[in-house]
């Protein structure tokens, strides 16, 4: 078979194309670190997640320096914590979310970040995330939940430091 | 969102002092005081806060002269588990309410309550089993919500004090709910004919040419090809804007991919490290 030599460029252009993008991702995967939510993060009761050792108190919890553990309850239609009040982690510091829900499945999204995931009941997403700089995040229900589930949002505070109050939260 | 507290009060005011006499004059209606009509300033409709109640039907329960009533928190209604129960209840002054949570993930948010009144409702977001108990002294129109169920409408009010005579509250109770369809029917009929119209436009038209005369027909025969001016051979012809135009997609390809992964992905605030 003939093929012209402006084709022979073109598809040889649409090949290296491809190459590149999957070489992109394999940079973020490896090179940028970006880590995609997998089912590290075990189980719970499906109708009563309460019941389980970590969410019977969700909140936030201190486990290292500058590392915390942020236990988020998902449910028609907030986030506890998170809605009611705002979950306040430190600047500097790397914090994994464990965020389940106790009714149907939800979305976890800090919004214009890539903080993303689905909240299965039963299982319990696992992500971390590190909060270098203060800022407020949004946090929104990104997946449909019910009547109210443009109202499901809440707010993410990652405050200096020095303003970081350790009382709120306990040792793990 | 106005506070109506004034002229809430005064039209109490005016009703009462009118109750002798409209009680009077009216008094067939006197005799109807357990289900008083009112429509709370369309609290209870979309135009308040929040959507609609669909549990509220411009019914006010009346539950006067009890020492204690009992306002369920989170009872089936609204699309769920979203209700007051009763969503408007009409209580003596001194009367203890008890709000009992159902269900999960509520609370009690004051939206608005009369002058000299300091109902605090109980902004903590509380689960089944949960009481608040609240008595209220100060008479007037109480309102309240659940703030994470305020769109689907689950909105509450509490009345203190006797019902103003027959009157209850100005009537108008027929604007409950509220919901008429802003969509015009004729709307629908044109968008069902244009897109009807659309689809059949393509048989209409060949059962059009079907009767006309085909063009070949008409000539008798077909016209004879004209012979080319100049022949090629395959790679002779070199297809540049083709190649261009290929060139050109690829750029702005390469330039989409590297602005979407570099700066609006990676770019972008924290990510998922773990």
Known sequence: ?172 | MSRTDGPVVSRRGVLRAAAGSAAAAAGVAATQPVAAQTDFDGWFTSDGRGGATGNYDGTVTDRTGEDEVTVTVGADGNGGTFAFDPPAVRVSPGTTVVFEWASNTHNVVVEEQPDGASWQGHETIENEGFTLQSTFETRGVYKYYCNPHLSVGMKGAIVVGPAPGGGGGGGGGTSTGGTTSPFNPLLGYAFTAVVAGAMLFPILLGVYRGGQPASSDAGGQEAPLERPVRELDHDEYDPVGTAALVAVYFLILVGMWVFMYFVEFLGNGPTIIG
């Open chain 1, 1 to 172: 078979m003939e093929i012209h030599r402006f084709e022979r460029a073109w598809l040889v252009a649409a090949l290296v194309l491809i190459v590149a993008f999957v070489g992109t991702i394999v940079y973020g995967a490896v090179g940028a670190g970006v880590a995609m939510v997998d089912d590290s993060g075990g189980t719970v009761d499906a109708t009563e997640p309460t019941t389980s050792p970590n969410f019977d108190d969700p909140g936030v919890y201190r486990t290292g320096d500058g590392e915390y553990d942020v236990y988020v309850l998902a449910r028609q239609f907030s986030f506890a914590p998170g809605s009611g009040s705002p979950i306040t982690v430190p600047a500097g510091s790397n914090v994994t979310f464990h965020v389940a829900s106790a009714d149907v499945t939800h979305g976890f999204n800090l919004v214009g970040t890539n903080v993303n995931t689905m909240v299965i009941p039963g299982q319990v997403s696992e992500l971390t995330v590190s909060f270098d700089d203060p800022a407020t995040y949004r946090l929104a229900c990104h997946e449909y939940c019910g009547a109210a589930h443009h109202d499901m949002e809440g707010t993410v505070e990652v405050v200096p430091r020095d303003q970081f109050n350790a009382s709120e939260v306990t040792d793990a």
